[in-house]
């Protein structure tokens, strides 16, 4: 299997990481796709990427429905997507090509399959192709207020109209109720004090702490920004 594209969600809380993750990915040699919830006037064309813009659902939580409609797009994108999150910036491609390579065409890719343990595993890094997330996240080929209704009081989703929601819960219910354990291919990232090993993580944060790294979880707040630029300057004028 191959990593054709890499889907993020947003709102406009979390815009400003848009353009250098995606730029990130680009540099590594992977395509990018954001599902923006809201409305939104963009400075110009991404150079980096690709954005598809919601307008918001009304009743769902603009927060809650970026998480969302990027499972439903992966559904409806050709070829392969990867399930990331926007705050997160890739640092090495090797890692995510090596994983991909060894998997089925069929498979859904687990890339931190010891996070939480047994089979609750993160949205950030999940992979398989258009046909395997259809068969697991919209198998009736519902619209996404008719999914929203069809999970409503699922494990995850006791009510998706306020805060009482995780993507992660709902997610194990759906794979369940999709019954191929034998086709989820699971890698385990290892951790270390409740951190991802090789992440530069922000409770820690510090550019210049020796790697290799694979990502960074970014800080949060536009005070972080500079920070951000100048890794992303380091990623693209040295080598991975």
């Keep these: 299997m191959k990593i054709d594209r890499v889907i993020m969600g947003a709102t406009k809380d979390y ?9 990130a990915w680009r540099h590594l040699g992977f395509e990018s796709l954001l599902v923006y919830i809201g409305r939104r006037q963009w400075d110009g064309p991404c150079k980096s ?29 050709p ?22 390579s060894g998997a089925a065409d069929d498979a859904l890719v687990v890339y931190s399959a ?13 992979l398989a192709d258009q046909s395997t ?7 009736l080929d519902l619209s996404f207020s008719e999914l929203i209704e069809s999970w ?4 995850g989703m006791a009510d998706p109209f306020s805060g009482k929601f995780s993507d992660q819960i709902l997610f194990r219910e759906l794979h369940r109720r999709w019954g191929h354990a034998e086709r989820i291919s699971e890698h385990n990232r290892g951790w270390s004090g409740g ?24 800080p949060r707040g536009m005070d972080a920004m500079g920070d951000i630029n100048e890794l992303l300057r380091r990623m ?5």
Aim: charged share 15%; with cysteine; proline share 9%.
């Design 195 to 218: 951190l991802a090993i090789h992440r530069m993580d922000r409770v820690r944060w510090d550019i210049n702490q020796p790697g290799p790294w694979i990502d960074a979880h970014l």
């Design 49 to 77: 990427g690709s954005i598809l813009q919601f307008q918001p659902h009304g009743e769902v939580p603009d927060a809650h429905a970026s998480k969302l409609l990027r499972m439903v797009v992966a559904t409806i994108a």
């Design 133 to 139: 997330w259809k068969e697991i996240v919209n198998p």
């Design 236 to 240: 693209t004028t040295c080598p991975e």
């Design 152 to 155: 409503r009081g699922l494990p």
């Design 114 to 126: 010891d996070a939480y343990g047994s089979d609750h595993y993160p949205i950030c890094y999940l």
């Design 15 to 23: 815009a400003h990481y848009w353009e250098p993750v995606s730029a």
């Design 79 to 100: 070829g392969t997507s990867m399930l990331s999150d926007v705050d997160m910036m890739p640092m090495q491609a090797g890692y995510f090509n090596g994983i991909a």
